[in-house]
């Protein structure tokens, strides 16, 4: 049977001049590299006197993430962007505040810590789909379903917190963030951090907002005594301390980790779900196997998912000091980006790359080449949270699938967005029927 090749945005057959490239930065970076990106080895061009490089090549983005990484830092646009939602916690901290940080965090969230940690995704999760069920034969809107559902587990499951008091107020002001204050201006990509553009002034108030909503959400919390027994990661925040030093991370640095891993914790797994669910509907044969062998399936569909619409799109890296990443000789100052969605759609490192595959990952399949496939990134900064998403996002699929057959509902193709997260272009109207 033909595979199935969703639709993908439009790619300019040439690199596009400078001032439609700022344009697809602020409305869907996807659409920033030309075709020649797909097939070539690396892409190079000047933006605002910086040298950019995309890296399709293993040896040279193993140098840039794995062997030096402490030669590259966070982009200063990223950390403009991100730094109102994230403050100072894991995903934008560097040098030895970093070590403390990921040296506190990663234990919590390892593989072994799963088992502790399903209970809680099972229970939400059936939750979600009993409250489903009421909605059979009505349209449903799968990403709202899926947003919720992954906070209410990113705030139960690290936290101890029942988050559908706050969930609608939390996912409003993402929304507002995603649509405000998260495309870039040309001034955002020009001046260094510590001079603020005018997109600054809204983001330095949407953070005075967001922050306050998450200090209130953890007051109890911060109020409490310590248990002498930490019973969630943020007990185990809290008991850190640095080696060195001996203290502890502060109340707003506490808040600012809460918000960093609550952020990145569920709005990832959660667009990574619906894409899932909407190629499903697309591939009704593909589904069907899922539904008749979700032990081998599930995961080998989750994987092929984060190749055709990897969540984190981009990984991006500013360089501290030269360096010779593979035949390249990088400039200090130049822009590094390593970009999943094209290196998983690259024509040179896969076969039939668009098409929707998941037999690529079942456990027989070869591995793919290597550093073809990083949904995770790679190196010291991998995704802290990669285990926890993949257990999170197989037990949600495996269940979804089981219980209902998924189809859309209309015939509007659905377009993936670079904003943040590789996001859809509407949500579409799902239809569910109990199996
Ligand atoms: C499908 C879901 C997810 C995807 C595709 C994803 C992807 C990524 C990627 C590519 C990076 C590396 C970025 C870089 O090198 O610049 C990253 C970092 C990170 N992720 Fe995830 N992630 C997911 C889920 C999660 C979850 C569930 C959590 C928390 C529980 C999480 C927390 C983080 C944090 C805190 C970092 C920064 C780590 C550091 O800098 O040391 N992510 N993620």
Known sequence: MALFVPPKPSIPSEPLPFRQFLRAIRTNALNTWPEAAYDQPYLRRGLFGRTNYLLNEPDAIHRVLVDNPSNYRRSPASVRILRPITGQGLLLAEGDNWKLQRRTIAPALAPRMMPLLTPHMVATTDEALDALQDRIDAPVNLLETMQNLTLEIAGRSMFSLEMHRYGAEMRRMLTEFGENHARPSMLDLLLPPSIPTPGDFGRRHFQKRWMGLIDTIMRDRLNAPPPDEPRDLFDLLRAARDPETGTGFSPDQLRDQVATLILAGHETTAVTLF???????????????????????????????????????????????????????????????IAPWILHRHRGLWQNPDAFDPSRFLPDAPPPPRFSY??????????????????????????????????????????????????????PAFRLRLR
């Open 374 to 427: 990083l949904p995770f990134g790679a190196g010291p900064r991998i995704c802290v949270g990669a285990q926890f998403a993949l257990t999170e996002a197989t037990i949600v699929l495996a269940a979804l699938i089981g219980r209902f057959e998924v189809s859309l509902d209309s015939t509007r193709p659905v377009l993936p967005v670079g904003i943040v997260t590789t996001q859809p272009d509407h949500a």
């Open 275 to 337: 894409w899932a669910a909407t190629l499903l509907a697309q591939a009704p044969d593909e589904q069907q196997k899922l539904a008749k062998n979700p032990e081998t399936r599930t995961r080998a569909v989750l994987n092929e998912t984060l190749r055709l619409f990897p969540a984190a799109f981009l990984i991006v890296r500013e360089t501290i000091g030269p360096d010779q990443a593979g035949t390249h000789t990088i400039g200090r100052r130049d822009l590094i980006m």
